[in-house]
């Protein structure tokens, strides 16, 4: 099966002597094409910081990361932001939407910067938007759209690039109960079509809507193949 992710001994230093801190220590993990995943852990148990490890947004201090084969931990800025753009799709707790752009407009935006002309960036976002059902809504600008509704087109946006991983980091934080179903409705659609996904969550009814969760705790993985049934006994565990 082919490896979409793999941290291999990862550890992330800030600040030097008496401040050090490890936000991350000899971290390994692997994730495979089709998995959908949630990562979990107590506040300051390092979920955040592999999560940018593995968005290509930080570099680790020791260690490699493989993204889809490709070695990217020592990369140069400008070559980072070319692997993000191409090969990975980003949802967050807030929407960033351009709020003067409508909504095939904003999804758009990713096709422009990786040079895709502008019939097929129409084309595409027009699909990406149908997909999570906004065919109807292609023109409405953010403030004309309901919460659900903008991080539909925010997910629209990520995927416009087939990218070969979709992160998203508290995708439901900002969005009630109902709207939370629909949204990890459309995830759950999306991996089943072949999108591998991993989610940063504090939800355990979030987290148990996947197929996989690792849980952080201290700046290391104490679990990385954790059944979402056997959710309780991990979040029993105080910090």
Known sequence: MQTIIRLEHISKVYGSGNTEVWALHDVSLTVNAGEYCAIMGPSGS????AMNIIGCLDRPTEGSYYLDGMDVARLGDNELAQIRNRKIGFVFQQFHLLPQLSAIENVMLPMIYAGIPHKERQERAAEAL???????????????????????????????????LLLADEPTGALDSHTTQE?????????ASGITVVMVTHEPEVARQTKRIVWFRDGQVIHDHLA????????????
């Open 183 to 191: 949204v990890l409705d459309i995830f759950r659609e999306l991996n």
């Open 228 to 239: 979402p049934t056997n959710l309780g006994q991990m979040t029993l565990v105080p910090s």
């Open 46 to 49: 390092g979920k955040s910081t």
């Open 130 to 164: 149908t997909r999570v059902g906004l065919a109807n809504r292609l023109n409405n600008r953010p403030n004309q759209l309901s919460g659900g509704q903008q991080q539909r087109v925010a997910i629209a946006r990520a995927i416009v690039n087939r990218p070969v």
